[in-house]
């Protein structure tokens, strides 16, 4: 059961306190959107084993969505940040890069 | 025979005898004793029988590892199959009986299994029941349930009650013997909060059993110590009986505490479920001895050299009167020296090296006992019994040079670490060669959040066997574990151990070395599965190269020991097979639990009554004393129906629908989702998430919604109230609440973060009431206090005010085409109004109706319900809903998707009524069947049923479905066979079957 820190409430939140929301950092495709553009918003998802950008929710506890980066394979974590930004700050991706060299970035 | 010693035994209380029975036959044993041990003192070798060939199995080791000795224990309410009698703590009147067998234990017609056994080989599952297809479901399977299964499964009610706990802590030891000590010693010592679990009721391991002696005294008098000095420190918490046994994320470690096991009927809970959060885990399990594989090595009473040491020193059991020890190593001359000290005979000790130099086999010399060196055992002798063995040369092929009577055997292949904790959430293993065992590999531990290591392997559990290793490695291990939490370890010297200097272990996979195939096949690998070297080599040869599925296609290590004595033995042989090294065949995969962990124990307390949390409208009690008849809406309870003296249920819901079509009804609406949704961009967010217009709503009235998710598919619906300017409120279904609730948050969080919207569940915040019928006016107006006249609150809209002195918000829409308010009131006034409404509309013929009188209802009149008519697959469209998804909007959730150009097929299902041709009710999800088969050769089908009912009203069978093309189809007729033979014909039709222009709402 992970343990992630709610960057709203700063609590240290077991996985039960949690739901979790997927890959972080989509892009919307609405009308107008190729068939490409919207099929990979849909249905695309990187699901990498390694460095990955999740979406979770506070759910049993403050409420509020926010974002983690960790490594799906060790389960380490390099950082929690509010939901409402479209790319990962720049010191968790220093983190990130300083502890995996070979990782080509998020996007 | 296997006997109760006149002397010794460290564990057992002689002062303090137990009864107990087994299979029905009164035996005594002590305090003290594991099931198995007082087993052992009763003669009773033979314990069970194999799960495959059904042959005789005895007792093989004395601990959790034991495949064989697995009993039903107890009886009625406290029933329990396959438990470990080794781990069993006897007590007075404790009942046990064996298990898989028939008639009896001593006589099982099941054995013929092992003289078809050369029939039955690795994969006879695979291979076999194929041919001819019909005889799988009349012939194989009965047979094959018939005999499948270990121990019986109870069918009683649990008697017993179980409890979780959390507990956390700096640094977790799991392990109690003299490295769990000493590293909870240094980590306590440091100042780090320190749990220590022990599997057994005692301290201290192996190394009393074993001799050891510690800064120059008994290993004993060191546990004491250390016991003492843990106990007097606030920050050190023991336990014993506690299995730790499994390691997941962040330090998370489940135990399991086996509370009352052995105290049955006191009122405590049976067993507690700890969950854990360590920063740290030292992992201090020990190891476990393997077998050696040579024929005959499963007949009852060979076993581990460690457990009979075990029997002999802890309990005051002799295996047997004459115990043969074979070896590859030194450490089992501690048997044949412990047999010999106890008074016992060890007529050789057959050791499969050629060169036997070590202090231990010198002392073993000394004391007389004869070593056969370069030796296998090339048979063991007997079939419920050992009566002897052959031996011959390890290096030969098994011709017998002698046989030595006995009738026991003690063997010993060498130490494996116990690496589960260190591997469950992915610590590798590195191949230790002079050791010939799998080690945790310190450079790749399993890693927590911020990527140090989780678990420390020390002592025996990290490959370091030697006592004197053990403790330096623990004493490591504990300060490591300190350290990494920020704590300084005191600087203490670390107790030395003195043991004998042990010669290097000679691997022997099996024995003799050039056995031929009559001896490999009965040279047991997995006791309880009956998985034989021969079986693992067959796997080899008919192309199984990885271990996993080797593992799968013999069933090696599937047994409920998990392959703790077969594993190792069985790679070996995989890879000799494969002509390749150890490593490169590698280990399966280790997981949770380390033991199995009762289902009660992971429940806890989750059963009954409080299985899941309840929740209750206000009225609920009303409902429970009308004699309800509820069913389960979410964690919603609602009321079904309300059945009288006499009536069925389905007359019940007749009765409701009637009455509330002729007179008034009154429905407990309280579930119905209520959210409200305020701010200056309320509309907007609004418009986003409805497929229809919200923004232009006037305040006062109410509009029918639609929700999609972003693939177009339907999600929820309802009615939308617009409050006021900037306030809207919508109402979800009685499900859907949380979820929607949660699905607004996520777009306001996540992608519109810069809206300025603000939303809020008040589901149970209000009771509401459904006041349903054509008396339905006449009730409120009798109530009085605000006009509901059809002039002053129409059709789709709402007003707030007063109902007999009830501050309420009355909203004029109906699920039921009749006319109809649903009256929200603040839920504290819930219960009273319902009351109010209950007497006042008495004069009016007012019943309360339930959910399924809703239900016929609404699918009289065609209305959809989000879970019957859909199911995460179909579109407003295919619902023929077009009029609630608007076309001007340029994007709302969803729309993008229902562009998708398969979503435009014209083939698609839509929505139809179905009426039956014979006025009968077509069965619940019956497909409607189409010419001709598809690929599979199964009818073609082109439609589906999704609500059907028989309509009071109608006085027919109704339904509504989903038919290809079928809004095109009207007056057509379909087919829906029968579940059983037989079909029903339906005639496509409207699915507004009552009342089609609605004019019974608008009045």
Known sequence: ?107 | MSTRLARGGRLIDRGAAQEFTFNGKRMKGFKGDTLAAALLANDQMLVGRSFKYHRPRGIVASGAEEPNALVNMGEGGRFEPNQRTTTTELFDGLTATSQNHWPSLEFDVGVVNNYAARFLPAGFYYKTFIHPRAAWKHLFEPIVRQSAGLGKVPKDRDADRYEQAYAFCDVLVAGGGVAGLQAALVAGRAGARVILLEQAPHWGGRAPVDGVEIDGKPAEAFVEAALAELSAMENVTLRTRCMAFGVYDHGYVLAEERVADHTPGDGRPKKRLWRIRAGRIVSATGAIERPLSFAGNDIPGVMLASAVRDYVVNWAVSPGDRTVVVTNNDDAYRTAIALKEAGLDVPAVIDARPNVTGDLPAKARALGIRIETGSAIVKVKGSKRVTGVAIGLQAGEGAAREEIACDAVAMSGGWSPVVHLWSHCGGKLVWDEAAAHFRPDAARPPITHDGSAMVIAAGAANGALPAGECLADADRAGAEAAQALGMKPKKAKAPEAAAPAEARMEPVWIMPQGAGPALRMKMWLDYQNDVKVSDVQLAAREGYTSVEHTKRYTTLGMATDQGKLSNINGLAVLADSLNAEIPQVGTTTFRPPYTPVTIGALAGESRGDIFQPLRRTPMHAWHEAQGAYFEPVGLWRRPYCYPRAGETHEQAVHREVTNTRERLGLLDASTLGKIIVKGPDAGRFLDMLYTNVMSSLPVGKCRYGLMCNEQGFLSDDGVVARIDEDTWLCHTTSGGADRIHAWMEDWLQCEWWDWKVYTANVTEQYAQVAVVGPNARKLLEKLGGMDVSREALPFMQWADGELGGFRCRVYRISFSGELSYEIAVPASEGMAFWKALNDAGAEFGAMPYGTECLHVMRAEKGFIMIGDETDGTVTPLDLCLDWAVSKKKADFLGKRGMQRTYLANPERWKLVGLETLDGSVIPDGAYAVAPGVNGNGQRNTEGRVTSTYYSPTLKRGIAMGLVRRGPERMGETVEFPKVGGGSVKARIVSPVFYDKDGEKQNV
Request: proline residues 7%; contains cysteine; positive net charge.
């Open chain 1, 1 to 107: 059961m992970l343990i992630l820190e709610c960057p709203c409430c700063g609590v240290k939140a077991e996985e039960t306190e949690l739901s979790p929301g997927g890959e972080a950092h989509l892009k919307r495709f609405g009308p107008g959107s190729s068939d490409e553009e919207f099929e990979a918003y849909m249905f695309a998802r990187k699901n990498p084993k390694g460095v990955h950008f999740e979406r979770w929710r506070h759910a049993y506890g403050c409420g509020k969505w926010f974002l983690a980066a960790r490594c799906t394979a060790t389960l380490e974590v390099f950082g929690t940040y509010p939901a409402q930004t479209s790319e990962p700050p720049a010191d968790i991706v220093a983190k990130i890069k300083a502890k995996r060299p070979d990782w080509k970035g998020y996007k």
